[in-house]
């Protein structure tokens, strides 16, 4: 067999998931919007296609510029990706040589180990206290001049964030070893701060944002980097010729026009989260609080958490864990969706922790 380049030998990864998990009873594993999106939405986004649009080459400029100023950007500050986990891969093709540091937190977004390692980086990690905090100085004193990245995503992955204060002092102490921070946003709406008011000040910024998560559409993998755009100018080097679609943009342009489509979601997912959070309290279960639409979920002692997923996915109901390691060793993790679909899942849960008649 002929060998793969010789940073790719200790890499594996799964193939890609082919399993069909539309139209099944839940997706609570993956952090997307948990319900569809309404079929008028569909119907007015297909109304904007004309026929010579599905046969040329994509046409971004209309998305850009409403993108840049739905953000407050200017428009050259901005690089459409092909979803958020395309912009962070330019960064490290971008930008990193072998042999440099790459500072991310554990647990984190999976593939920023992988960039690491695909491009010949350093995996430096910073651990979580058990109880989910994070002092930035453990951070900043991984910093150095073999420091070429940090990763911070804010929200993060325990579904915390950090004060924009604490990103601020990381951003500083990396400037002065030349590194830069990439402040990966995937969830924000659900969380409102944003480090984009602090771009034209830092040129060792780069934000990554993506339309997956608040705004739904993670199958049309809509993404986007922005920095100074000196910045942009490079990481344009490293683009595929073409990778968000006519389709995909159309429909970014129709949510950006349509913001309460988004916006509703998230206050749905608050309310889901308020109801979860009582419902499993009332079963003797922690369930961290969260700035995200995920939950980690600590189930009552004595229960079994291998068991209530193995069970809850019998029943075509996915989530996620337990997980192993601090600080979520032994929690479980669930998309958060409405109000609504939480209480039919909540009866599924229920039922299988044998507590349907109890209250
Ligand atoms: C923190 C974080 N960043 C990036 C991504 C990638 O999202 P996408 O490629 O769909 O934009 C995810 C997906 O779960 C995520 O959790």
Redesign the pocket.
């Known amino acids: 067999m002929i060998q793969p380049k010789r940073l790719l030998l200790n890499i594996s990864r799964a193939p890609s998931n082919t399993e069909n998990r539309l139209g099944k009873v839940m997706r609570l594993d993956?952090?997307e919007r948990t319900t569809p999106l309404p079929q008028a939405v569909l119907d007015a986004v297909w109304k904007t296609v004309s026929p010579e649009e599905v046969v040329a080459y994509p046409a971004l400029e209309s998305l850009y510029r409403k993108l840049a100023a739905s953000l407050g950007v200017p428009r050259e500050c901005l690089l459409l990706t092909y979803?958020?986990?395309?912009g962070?891969r330019m960064v490290f093709d971008t930008y990193l040589n072998e042999g440099d540091e790459v500072v991310m937190l554990d647990p984190g977004?999976g593939m920023f180990p992988v960039y690491t390692d695909m491009f010949g980086g350093k995996r430096v990690f910073v651990k979580y206290d058990a109880d989910f905090s994070l002092p930035v100085t453990r951070i900043i004193e991984k910093i150095n001049d073999n420091t070429k990245l940090v990763i911070l995503?804010n929200p993060n992955?325990t579904g915390t964030a950090m004060a924009d204060g604490d990103i601020l002092k990381v951003i500083q102490v990396a400037a002065t070893h030349n590194a830069l921070v990439l402040v990966?946003e995937?969830?924000h709406y659900f969380y409102e701060k944003t480090m984009i008011g602090q771009l034209p000040a830092y040129d060792n910024l780069i934000i990554?944002r993506?339309m997956?998560k608040a705004f739904g559409i993670?199958p049309l993998?809509v993404?986007y980097l922005v920095s100074q755009s000196a910045n942009i100018n490079n990481l344009i080097k490293v683009k595929l010729t073409y990778d968000v679609t006519t389709l995909s943009a159309k429909f970014a342009e129709y949510l950006i026009d349509h913001p309460s489509i988004g916006l509703e979601y998230v206050r749905d997912v608050n309310e889901g989260k308020a109801y979860l959070a009582d419902e499993f309290k009332k079963l003797g279960a922690k369930v961290f609080p969260s700035v995200t639409n995920f939950v980690f979920v600590r189930l009552p002692e004595g229960s079994d958490a291998v068991k209530l997923v193995r069970a809850l996915e019998a029943r075509d109901i996915w989530i996620k864990g337990p997980f192993k390691g601090v600080p979520v060793d032994g929690y479980i993790r669930i998309t958060v969706g409405p109000r609504a679909q939480m209480a039919i899942f909540m009866e599924h849960v229920k039922e299988l922790m044998g507590k349907k008649h109890e209250g």
């Open positions: 993956h952090n979803g958020s986990d395309t962070i977004y995503a992955h990966d995937a969830y990554v993506t997956s993670a993998r993404g």
